[in-house]
C-alpha cells in the first residue's frame, strides 16, 4: 500500500509534462504535499501501519519522490511542525545538511530536509494546522466528498 501511494504521487508529479519533454513551469504559488507521518508517531485519526522507512527498499522509493519533487524547483519548504519548534528545526536541518546527523524517520525530514539541503533552500518553516478541526475521530470523515 504504501509502495503504492508513493509511486502514484511520484506518477502524479511527472507523467504529463515530462513525458513531452516539457520544461516545468509553476502554475500555482504552492504545492501541497501530503504523507502518512512516516515516523508514525500514534497520534493521528488513522495510523498507518507501514514498515521501517530507513531500509533500503523505502530509502529508494522515497529517493524517486523527492527527484520527482525537485523537478518543480521550489523555492522554499514547509512542513507541518508547530512554529515554537523553529529554532530546532533549524539547527537539525544544519547538522543534517552538514553530515553531521542523518535523515529521521520523519517525512518532514525524509522528503522536506532532504529537498531543501539537495536544492540548498534553506531550514524549512514550520507551519501546523493546529488541531483536528472538526474531525472527532476516523469514523467521522466522510471520504467520499
Known amino acids: ?13 511527472t507523467c504529463v509534462p ?13 504545492l501541497f504535499v501530503g504523507s502518512y507521518h512516516m515516523n508514525n508517531p500514534g497520534r493521528d485519526v488513522h495510523n498507518t501501519q507501514a514498515d521501517d522507512v530507513l531500509l533500503p527498499k523505502r530509502q529508494a522509493e522515497i529517493r524517486q519522490v523527492v527527484e ?4 518543480y524547483r ?3 519548504i514547509m512542513i507541518e511542525r508547530k512554529a515554537g519548534q ?15 546527523r542523518p535523515y529521521g524517520r520523519s ?3 525524509q522528503i522536506g ?3 531543501a539541503c539537495e536544492l540548498k533552500l534553506g531550514p524549512p518553516v514550520a507551519v501546523d494546522w493546529g488541531g483536528l478541526g472538526p474531525i472527532k475521530d476516523e469514523a467521522s470523515i466522510n471520504y467520499l466528498t
Open 107 to 109: 517525512e518532514d525530514e
Open 86 to 100: 523553529q529554532a530546532r528545526i533549524d539547527a537539525m536541518f544544519a547538522e543534517t545538511c552538514g553530515g553531521k
Open 18 to 30: 515530462l513525458a513531452h519533454g516539457q520544461v516545468l513551469t509553476p502554475r500555482a504559488d504552492n
Open 68 to 71: 520527482a519533487l525537485k523537478r
Open 113 to 115: 530536509f532532504r529537498i
Open 74 to 76: 521550489p523555492t522554499r
Open 1 to 13: 500500500m504504501f509502495t503504492r501511494r508513493l509511486l502514484l504521487l511520484a506518477l502524479l508529479l
